[in-house]
């Protein structure tokens, strides 16, 4: 879905200059689109199989927790291994800031991932899981976004991401951290 | 005490609007100078909205620390007063927007962030809503409750002051905080909105929470209930069965 999004937007924008603001919002929006699929895959399937049971008889809380999030972690990463490639080959940026860019796709990966599994985690044994779980991510995510589509911007245009990266850094930290520790609480219910 | 709390808070609020609309002059140096009396309604209850949000947080830590029900219904309260100011912080700033400003949403910072904070609440009364079993309801909504919280101070306090985001806001900066910030009449009408929106809001988190804590006792009553009801039907039943065989034996002889 995420190919797809960087390939559409790739050949839509085919002869037009797309400002930086704009590159780094479709950046953003097609890794979170890849981000979303995965949800899927993480705590909801646990529940839907009766794996998650046996999770919670076998494994302690932290390592439940650990594993979804390297789960979603590593998917970052392959994602981001085909869509930044891709959309460096579409839209070609102008005068990127290589570590601002990498700082800042490394700490909206960060927070990204955390908000997601924390937010999977909560609405896995909901009753209304799809469209609960897009009413909880969408604000958690939404800080998130903003500062790192601001950061990236201000990369793309191979200036300084000092002030969007600490907002990011905060906010990534605070997810990471907090996500387990609330995690441990809720997960034996 | 609750009743006369009410009666204190309601003559108080009265006595607030007289204030603002009848004591406290026009602000010189605004476009509209007459918006500026919002002031008393708008910063309180931003700043208390806060409050109850970081309280609705600690009691629901210590919810998941304790497993006290108690905590979850005042949790759920002072999550409730926070979203109820955080409303009315949206509302008066978008009237004083409009006013001030010309249009009354302009993705200002901090606009952006008390959206933000009131979408994260409704997500909590979402998650809320959706759970059936209380005991799962508590400890998911606890949970999340706690997360939320630890956003508040970031989202109202870090975010609109990071620097490259502080330059495109359209509030003022530390008015509150400077000497030379508010004049006397301003000063002193803005503690007394403190003061009143502060007992408003413990006013209504005491009555929210009183009920909940009600629900709690009685849902704990008719469970202890349900459960020797069951042991009593049981208790009948083998009574029942023991009786029988005297009754049959009797029916013979008297057959």
């Given at each position: 879905m995420a190919v797809v999004t960087v390939v559409a937007l790739g050949f839509a924008s085919l002869g037009q200059n797309l400002n930086e603001g704009l590159q780094a919002g479709l950046l953003w929006v097609a890794l979170l689109f890849g981000m979303s699929g995965a949800l899927a895959r993480g705590f909801l399937v646990e529940e839907e199989t009766g794996t998650a049971d046996l999770l919670r008889v076998g494994a302690t809380p932290s390592s439940v927790y650990a594993g979804k999030w390297l789960f979603h972690g590593s998917l970052f990463l392959v994602l981001s291994a085909i869509i930044l490639p891709l959309h460096a080959l579409f839209?070609?940026?102008?005068?990127?800031?290589a570590l601002g860019l990498g700082l800042m796709w490394l700490a909206g990966g960060l927070s990204l991932v955390s908000a997601l599994t924390f937010c999977g985690a909560l609405v896995a044994?909901?009753?209304?899981?799809g469209a609960l779980l897009a009413a909880l991510a969408f604000p958690v995510l939404l800080p998130m976004m903003l500062m790192a589509v601001s950061g990236t911007k201000t990369a793309f245009e191979g200036e300084s991401v000092w002030g969007a990266l600490q907002g990011l850094c905060g906010y990534g930290l605070m997810l990471t951290a907090g996500g387990p520790w609330i995690f441990e609480r809720f997960w034996r219910e | 005490m609750n009743k006369s709390l009410l009666w204190v808070v309601g003559a108080g609020m009265i006595g607030l609007v007289a204030l603002a609309f009848f004591w406290m002059p026009p602000a010189?140096?605004?476009?509209?100078?007459?918006?500026?009396?919002?002031i008393l309604f708008h910063v309180p209850a931003a700043i208390l909205c806060v409050v109850a949000f970081l309280a609705g947080g600690w009691f629901a830590w210590r919810f998941l620390k304790r497993r006290d029900p108690m905590d979850d219904a005042r949790s759920a309260a002072a999550n409730e007063v926070g979203f109820l100011l955080a409303i009315i912080t949206t509302t008066t700033g978008m009237v004083f927007a409009q006013q001030q400003?010309?249009?009354?949403?302009?993705?200002d910072p901090r606009q952006t962030s008390i959206l933000i904070q009131l979408l994260i609440y409704a997500a909590y009364f979402a998650l809320r809503g959706s759970l059936e079993d209380p005991r799962q309801r508590a400890s998911f909504s606890a949970g999340y409750a706690v997360f939320a919280a630890l956003t508040v101070p970031f989202l109202i306090f870090v975010l609109p002051r990071l620097p490259a985001i502080a330059n495109s806001s359209l509030h003022p900066k530390d008015t509150l905080w400077?000497?030379?910030?508010?004049?006397g009449y301003y000063r002193a009408g803005l503690y007394s909105a403190f003061v009143l929106y502060g007992m408003l809001s413990f006013a209504l988190y005491r009555m929210r929470a009183q009920i909940g804590c009600l629900e709690v006792s009685i849902r704990e009553l008719a469970d202890r209930f349900n459960a020797h009801h069951r042991d009593r039907v049981g208790w009948n039943l083998v009574v029942s069965d023991e009786a029988e065989p005297p009754a049959e034996g009797a029916a013979e002889k008297s057959g």
């Open positions: 839209l070609k940026p102008g005068s990127v800031s044994r909901t009753a209304v899981k | 010189g140096d605004f476009v509209s100078p007459d918006s500026a009396r919002i400003w010309g249009a009354a949403w302009s993705w400077t000497r030379d910030g508010l004049d």
